[in-house]
């Protein structure tokens, strides 16, 4: 990289060009002034590349105040709410998404299932959550499979009672002219509790 390519004065996010400082590795360097009035040297390529360029100090503010918003995912770390919280959104993102695998995609997306508008913002889910009897060893569960994950249509149930409806659901015979009998259809017929 040439250091024509950048000139002093120059802006990019919080940072201004101030001085040319050293070449070393292929790689330029520059000495930026930020707009909290800090001052850092860095690599030119890294500013240009970056979404929101500034100094550590005003990169480490703005990451405490977006973290503080609803306190819970601090540092890296997110409560256990704010996992599910992420998941559920992330399960329901259409197909584009590269990471998400076919069958995520089929139960989910792909069967037209979303998350709400209200609960797009993570403070709207957690007040519902604690709200409807949330505690820490409790799985989110759509009451009914085919509905959105939204307030009447979700509850909060153990991982065992989790497994059990999805076991229920499991079909175990396939029959003539499309019938099926599931796990809890076949429960009664041979004498055992579904």
């Not at 590349?49 to 609803?70: D, I």
């Not at 792909?110 to 820490?136: H, M, P, S, T």
């Not at 065992?160 to 659901?169: D, G, H, P, S, V």
Request: charge should be positive; hydrophobic fraction near 30%.
């Amino acid at each position: 990289m040439s250091v024509a390519l950048l000139k002093e004065g120059d802006r990019y996010g919080h940072l201004t060009a101030v001085r040319f400082v050293r070449r070393a590795n292929n790689r330029v360097y520059w000495l930026f002034s930020c707009d909290c009035s800090g001052e850092i040297t860095t690599r030119v390529d890294q500013v240009k590349e970056s979404k929101n360029p500034g100094c550590r100090a005003c990169l480490a503010e703005r990451k405490s105040q977006t973290q503080r918003r609803h306190g819970a995912a601090t540092y890296g770390v997110a409560t256990r709410l704010y996992g599910i919280w992420q998941k559920m959104r992330y399960r329901c993102r259409p197909k584009e998404n590269p990471s998400l695998d076919d069958i995520t995609h089929h139960n989910y997306a792909g069967k037209g299932i979303r998350v709400c508008d209200e609960w797009q913002e993570f403070i709207a889910f957690r007040d519902w959550a604690l709200a409807n009897g949330y505690e820490d060893h409790l799985t989110i569960e759509r009451m009914d499979s085919n509905d959105h994950y939204r307030p009447g249509n979700c509850e909060w149930i153990t991982r065992n009672e989790n497994t059990r409806r999805a076991m229920a659901k499991r079909v175990i015979k396939k029959l003539p002219k499309g019938y099926m009998i599931t796990l809890t259809g076949m429960a009664p017929r041979v004498k055992i509790a579904a």
